[in-house]
């Protein structure tokens, strides 16, 4: 297997992209492609030991950064990490490809450089939203903010898949965000939703309130993009605030510094259960070839895992089990539309 990684998107491009993708190498044996200006990549592999043969250099000079309109970026940075990384993923030179870099840009590189899925109207972001439970999956997490009900049912069809094959979660469960648990609460957009869904041979339980998200009553949170990245934008802010807040109290005087070095372990823990580092990174669904979004500010360990996870949804074949049962989708909606 060889993953693809563009080494020059993200905060920390690209001496962590290169170390975790050595990491990822060494630890999983896989063989790798850094697309990037191939002279400060040189000079990064010089730090580290591996298997010379198992890394490869492709020269990109461009780059592109979170204030470039992402569409255009595509169309004009021809010489960028993330245009020459999607370029070679179409080519065959890698099986998946990875960035830390502008997310529009890089869902702009999914539609018009490796192209949606036939029958598949929109790319979904799905990121690991950690719950009291684990994790379950949110999509879209931000990439369509303006949606209709048949994107919404294959957003649940897609991560359906993803986490039944890549997570192993056997028939998950699929909770449609709403502003009440009710069949008729909601926007029109919300109550025709419900009605595909109900009807899907999908696992849905329904509406599920924000305020039940982080419980992880159901494994697959679907949402429009709009809705899904303020969940998620939200939920970052609170648990940051919180942590501030807990360091805030704890480091108040003498005794709550007592307090804290004693909880320090299972603060840690919680920390822990809530670091998007343990996965790494948000598969783009509904694209022809495995693509992962890591976090822009991924350190090593990060990137590492976001490989890790990109290896699991290449192995499991993701996109041909979602090109089979799309096909069955589309028919379904066909015969419900002659129905009307």
Do not use: W
């Amino acid at each position: 297997m060889k993953i693809i990684v563009d080494t020059m998107g993200g905060d920390n491009a690209p001496i962590e992209a290169v170390k975790g993708t050595i990491d990822a190498v060494n630890e999983y044996g896989i063989n790798a492609i850094l697309v990037g200006k191939s002279s400060i990549i040189e000079n990064e592999l010089k730090k580290y030991d591996y298997k010379k043969e198992k890394i490869e250099i492709i020269n990109a000079e461009d780059i592109i950064t979170n204030d470039d309109d992402p569409a255009m970026a595509i169309r004009r940075k021809k010489d960028s990490s993330m245009v020459v990384g999607a370029k070679a993923l179409v080519d065959g030179l890698g099986d998946g490809f990875l960035s830390a870099g502008s997310t529009g840009a890089l869902l702009a590189a999914g539609i018009f450089i490796v192209k949606r899925i036939d029958g598949i109207d929109r790319a979904a972001l799905s990121v690991m939203y950690p719950t009291l439970k684990g994790f379950s999956l949110l999509l879209d997490a931000g990439a369509n903010v303006d949606c209709k009900p048949e994107y919404l049912h294959q957003f649940a069809l897609m991560g359906s898949i993803y986490m039944e094959n890549v997570m192993g979660i056997k028939s998950p469960t699929v909770g449609l965000a709403n502003i009440g648990t009710e069949k008729g609460k909601g926007n029109l957009l919300s109550k025709e939703t419900y009605e595909l869904l109900e009807k899907s041979n999908l696992n849905f339980k329904g509406n599920i309130e924000a305020r039940e998200l982080p419980s992880g009553d159901v494994d697959i949170i679907v949402a429009d993009g709009f809705v899904g990245n303020v969940v998620l934008k939200l939920t970052e802010g609170m648990a940051a605030s919180i942590f501030s807040i807990l360091k805030e109290e704890f480091t108040k005087d003498f005794k709550t510094k007592i307090g804290a070095g004693l909880l320090k372990p299972a603060l840690k823990n919680i920390k822990g259960r809530m670091d998007y580092r343990e996965y790494g990174g948000a598969p783009l669904l509904g694209l022809k070839k495995p693509i992962v979004k890591a976090h822009g500010s991924s350190d090593a360990f990060a990137i590492k895992n976001a490989i890790k996870q990109l290896i699991k949804f290449i192995d499991k074949d993701v996109i041909k089990i979602i090109e089979s049962n799309n096909h069955v989708l589309i028919n379904n909606l066909e015969v419900d539309n002659n129905d009307l």
